[in-house]
């Protein structure tokens, strides 16, 4: 599929909160559409343009606007301008509130907060690596280590090399839509 497919893909996965990987999944998308827009997409199709069944040919242009207005866009070129735009501010700078992992020593704690009534506190081992402390309402657990560079207020929390309690290595982001509601050094 082409980028801007891939794009509107990951769009309408991030509008539902969730992954499309099943043909459960695509039945809600369908249904969801349904209850918005009154307009009914197949099951094939939407397979078709998840990559969950092998096709060569592009989506109809009146699937591409359904898909579009989904995400309350006019239509799939209304929606192309706004993809046109968002591409050049993909990257941007950051600076704010937050601590970084080069102005902690070996031993203190940070703690971070994120939505919805998300908790932990991490101790910082050195080179960037941190240990969890103390966890409520979130996936991670004590004991678990992972790197970091940054915690900061209004940005995402990416954890790499995430090593869990049953010996999975994996990367983890916390705050994804709204980022980080609080960072303190305790």
């Known amino acids: 599929m082409s980028p801007e497919i891939q794009s509107l893909r990951r769009d309408i996965e991030q509008r539902m909160g969730v992954a ?8 809600q998308l369908i249904q969801q559409i349904w209850n918005k827009q009154h307009r009914v ?3 094939s199709t939407i397979k ?5 069944v092998e096709s060569s ?3 109809r242009l009146s699937t591409l606007n359904t898909l579009s207005q989904f995400l ?3 239509d799939w070129n209304a929606y192309l301008v706004a993809l046109e735009q968002r591409k050049e501010s993909e990257s941007s700078m950051f600076m704010g509130e937050g601590v970084r992992a080069s102005e902690l020593q070996v031993g203190e ?11 932990c506190v991490f101790r910082y081992i050195g080179d960037n690596q941190f240990v969890v402390e103390e966890t409520q309402n979130a996936k991670l657990q004590q004991g678990n280590t992972f790197y970091a560079v ?3 207020i209004g940005q995402p929390m990416y954890l790499d090399n995430l090593l869990l ?3 999975t290595l994996t990367s983890y982001v916390a705050g994804k839509r709204h980022g980080l509601t609080s960072v303190t050094k305790i």
């Open 72 to 74: 309350d866009y006019a």
């Open 150 to 152: 940054c915690f900061m």
């Open 109 to 119: 704690q940070i703690e971070v907060t994120w939505q919805p009534n998300r908790h």
């Open 48 to 52: 078709r343009i998840w990559g969950y």
């Open 165 to 167: 309690a049953d010996g």
């Open 57 to 59: 040919s592009m989506p």
């Open 41 to 43: 997409l197949s099951l």
């Open 20 to 27: 499309l990987q099943s043909p459960a999944d695509f039945e």
